[in-house]
């Protein structure tokens, strides 16, 4: 039985994966690099929680209970007890196969190591590993505790009983499963990217503006942002990132990212984060 989970990575899907699963009372230890990052992830997870009190969401006294049930921690050994282990660190592939090398060498044997990757092939992850047959993909929505669908994605070697204890944790935490084959992208990206980065080639030709492509999108095909704000919110990195996967995945050059995006990632412009995406904040 799964009662305890590791979250590598205290960002912006590492804090929302701990949200939720501390939320629906699991003991969570969540690690990172920086302690920084690790005190501002338990602050925004409180913030959020007790935003979810005050909209009659969760009890009152579930957002202390939540908290307290979530230990954060620099020192990855620490994670060596864990039963179901989620990483959620940049969408870096040589990062995320160090990091599964070494998650492998420190979890007990049995437990379960999921990624979060909303792009990399599992199967590349899982031969990081020793034990393939226990790795899986397990990609939440941004933001965590809000949006209702995980995508769940079987390496080639990953076995039935690790997709079944994954199914049920989904059904735990209240979200919605999405089964992909482990092609790059999977489901979601393999579609939204090629969308983003198609009015981002959109801009670059000159064919509108910023807000007439997003105005487009949001009236057009009832979408609740435009690509372009989308992009920014996700982070131009990550999008660039994603979409190379992509572009290296298949070879195909439908996937070429728009010579904007990488000018605008060279130049720092990554959205939201960064306070200058398409949009200034």
Same mark, same amino acid.
């Given at each position: 039985?799964?009662?305890?989970?590791?979250?590598?990575?205290? #960002?912006?899907?590492?804090?929302?994966?701990?949200?939720?699963?501390?939320?629906?009372?699991?003991?969570?230890?969540?690690?990172?690099?920086?302690?920084?990052?690790? &005190?501002?992830?338990?602050?925004?997870?409180?913030? &959020?929680?007790?935003?979810?009190?005050?909209?009659?969401? @969760?009890?009152?006294?579930? +957002?202390?209970?939540?908290?307290?049930?979530?230990?954060?921690?620099?020192?990855?050994?620490?994670?060596?007890?864990?039963?179901?282990?989620?990483?959620?660190?940049?969408?870096?592939?040589?990062?995320?196969?160090? @990091?599964?090398?070494?998650?492998?060498?420190?979890?007990?044997? #049995?437990?379960?190591?999921?990624?979060?990757?909303?792009?990399?092939?599992?199967?590349? @992850?899982?031969?990081?590993?020793?034990?393939?047959?226990?790795?899986?993909?397990?990609?939440?929505? &941004?933001?965590?505790?809000?949006?209702?669908?995980?995508?769940?994605?079987?390496?080639?070697?990953?076995?039935?009983?690790?997709?079944?204890?994954?199914?049920?944790?989904?059904?735990?935490?209240?979200?919605?499963?999405?089964?992909?084959?482990?092609?790059?992208?999977?489901?979601?990206?393999?579609?939204?990217?090629?969308?983003?980065?198609?009015?981002?080639?959109?801009?670059?030709?000159? @064919?509108?503006?910023?807000?007439?492509?997003?105005?487009?999108?949001?009236? #057009?095909?009832?979408?609740?942002?435009?690509?372009?704000?989308?992009?920014?919110?996700?982070?131009?990195?990550?999008?660039?990132?994603?979409?190379? +996967?992509?572009?290296?995945?298949?070879?195909?050059?439908?996937?070429?990212?728009?010579?904007?995006?990488?000018?605008?990632? &060279?130049?720092?412009?990554? #959205?939201?984060?960064?306070?200058?995406?398409?949009?200034?904040?």
């Amino acid at each position: 039985m799964i009662k305890s989970i590791g979250v590598l990575g205290a #960002g912006q899907m590492g804090n929302g994966i701990a949200h939720v699963f501390a939320q629906q009372g699991y003991d969570v230890v969540l690690f990172d690099i920086s302690d920084t990052q690790l &005190n501002k992830a338990v602050k925004t997870i409180q913030e &959020n929680l007790v935003r979810q009190a005050r909209k009659g969401v @969760i009890s009152e006294s579930l +957002v202390a209970e939540s908290v307290l049930r979530i230990k954060t921690t620099t020192d990855m050994t620490l994670l060596a007890h864990v039963d179901f282990a989620v990483e959620a660190v940049t969408e870096h592939e040589p990062l995320k196969l160090e @990091i599964f090398r070494k998650l492998d060498s420190i979890v007990k044997a #049995g437990s379960i190591l999921a990624s979060n990757t909303s792009s990399i092939p599992i199967t590349k @992850i899982a031969s990081a590993t020793s034990r393939p047959d226990k790795v899986i993909g397990m990609h939440f929505m &941004n933001p965590v505790p809000i949006m209702k669908l995980v995508e769940v994605i079987r390496g080639h070697a990953t076995s039935d009983e690790t997709f079944e204890s994954t199914a049920q944790l989904v059904g735990v935490l209240e979200k919605e499963m999405a089964v992909s084959q482990d092609y790059p992208g999977f489901i979601v990206n393999r579609i939204l990217i090629p969308m983003i980065n198609e009015a981002i080639f959109a801009l670059y030709e000159g @064919i509108a503006t910023a807000d007439d492509i997003d105005k487009g999108m949001k009236l #057009g095909t009832n979408q609740p942002m435009g690509p372009l704000a989308l992009a920014d919110f996700i982070g131009l990195d990550t999008v660039l990132a994603i979409a190379n +996967v992509l572009y290296e995945g298949f070879k195909d050059p439908k996937y070429r990212p728009c010579p904007l995006l990488v000018k605008m990632v &060279n130049a720092g412009y990554l #959205g939201k984060k960064s306070g200058r995406g398409f949009y200034s904040y």
